[in-house]
C-alpha cells in the first residue's frame, strides 16, 4: 500500500530590513505536507527572529579573526581597514570609519573607511578636537549614538564639515572611543543616512571593536 501523503521539512533564513534601518534576520521553519504525487497539501510554519544570535556567533568568530590579525600585521594599516569592513557588514550598516587622535592636539584624522556597494558617503579626513559625533565621543570617553548628527545640539562641527554632512556625509551614528589605559588614541564610528536607531547591545559589540581597534594604532 503505497502512503497517502508525505511530509518534508524545510528551515530557510532571511535578512531584512527593520522599519527603522536595522539589519535583522528571521529563521523560517517550515512543514510541508504532500500528497502521493509530490503536490503540496498543506504548509506548518514559524517563523523565528535569530538576529542576535547569528550576530554573537558572527561577532565572536570577526573579533577571533582580528585577534590573530593583531598579532601578525607589520603595521595598523591593514588591521584598521579590517576593522571598518568587518564593522561595516556585522552592523548592516552603509559606511563605517575610524579615526586616529593626534595625541598633543586631540584632533581626528581619517585612517580607514568600509562602505557598503554603491554607497558612498563624504568623509571628513580630519575633524578639530570636539568635533563631530567622534569628536564628542572622545571627550566623554563613551559611546554616542545620534538619529541625525546634523540636527543634533550636543554635536558641533566647523562650517565646512557640516556642509559637507548636509550634502550627503553620515547622519545617523554610533561612534565609540579608542582608549588605551584611559588615553584617547582614536575612534570608530558606524554611520547612515538620518533616522537609524542604535541598540544598547550595538553600543556593546561596537566597543568591543573599539578596544581591538585601540590596540592596532598603538
Given at each position: 500500500?503505497?502512503?497517502?501523503?508525505r511530509t518534508?521539512?524545510?528551515?530557510?533564513?532571511?535578512?531584512?530590513?527593520?522599519?527603522?534601518?536595522?539589519?535583522?534576520?528571521?529563521?523560517?521553519?517550515?512543514?510541508?505536507?504532500?500528497?502521493?504525487?509530490?503536490?503540496?497539501?498543506?504548509?506548518h510554519?514559524?517563523?523565528?527572529?535569530?538576529?542576535?544570535?547569528?550576530?554573537?556567533?558572527?561577532?565572536?568568530?570577526?573579533?577571533?579573526?582580528?585577534?590573530?590579525?593583531?598579532?601578525h600585521?607589520?603595521?595598523?594599516?591593514?588591521?584598521s581597514?579590517?576593522?571598518?569592513?568587518?564593522?561595516?557588514?556585522?552592523?548592516?550598516?552603509?559606511?563605517?570609519?575610524?579615526?586616529?587622535?593626534?595625541?598633543?592636539?586631540?584632533?581626528?584624522?581619517?585612517?580607514?573607511?568600509?562602505?557598503?556597494?554603491?554607497?558612498?558617503?563624504?568623509?571628513?579626513?580630519?575633524?578639530?578636537?570636539?568635533?563631530?559625533?567622534?569628536?564628542?565621543?572622545?571627550?566623554?570617553r563613551?559611546?554616542?549614538?545620534?538619529?541625525?548628527?546634523?540636527?543634533?545640539?550636543?554635536?558641533?562641527?566647523?562650517?565646512?564639515?557640516?556642509?559637507?554632512?548636509?550634502?550627503?556625509?553620515?547622519?545617523?551614528?554610533?561612534?565609540?572611543p579608542?582608549?588605551?589605559k584611559?588615553?584617547?588614541?582614536?575612534?570608530?564610528?558606524?554611520?547612515?543616512?538620518?533616522?537609524?536607531?542604535?541598540?544598547?547591545?550595538?553600543?556593546?559589540?561596537?566597543?568591543?571593536?573599539?578596544?581591538?581597534?585601540?590596540?592596532?594604532?598603538?
Open positions: 500500500m503505497r502512503p497517502t501523503t518534508d521539512d524545510h528551515e530557510l533564513e532571511y535578512r531584512m530590513i527593520a522599519a527603522d534601518g536595522r539589519v535583522v534576520w528571521f529563521s523560517d521553519l517550515v512543514h510541508a505536507v504532500r500528497s502521493a504525487d509530490g503536490r503540496v497539501r498543506r504548509l510554519g514559524v517563523m523565528v527572529d535569530i538576529t542576535e544570535t547569528k550576530r554573537a556567533k558572527e561577532a565572536a568568530r570577526v573579533l577571533g579573526d582580528l585577534g590573530r590579525a593583531l598579532g600585521a607589520p603595521d595598523a594599516g591593514p588591521v581597514r579590517q576593522v571598518a569592513e568587518s564593522v561595516r557588514r556585522l552592523f548592516g550598516a552603509s559606511a563605517a570609519a575610524l579615526y586616529r587622535a593626534d595625541r598633543e592636539t586631540g584632533a581626528m584624522a581619517l585612517i580607514a573607511v568600509a562602505y557598503e556597494a554603491g554607497v558612498s558617503f563624504e568623509w571628513n579626513a580630519e575633524l578639530p578636537a570636539g568635533a563631530g559625533a567622534i569628536g564628542l565621543a572622545a571627550r566623554e563613551r559611546a554616542v549614538v545620534s538619529r541625525d548628527v546634523v540636527t543634533d545640539p550636543r554635536i558641533v562641527f566647523p562650517p565646512e564639515a557640516r556642509a559637507r554632512a548636509e550634502r550627503g556625509g553620515v547622519r545617523s551614528a554610533l561612534a565609540v579608542l582608549l588605551v584611559g588615553q584617547v588614541v582614536g575612534a570608530l564610528i558606524v554611520g547612515e543616512g538620518a533616522g537609524r536607531t542604535f541598540t544598547d547591545r550595538e553600543v556593546i559589540l561596537a566597543e568591543a571593536f573599539a578596544s581591538q581597534a585601540a590596540f592596532a594604532l598603538t
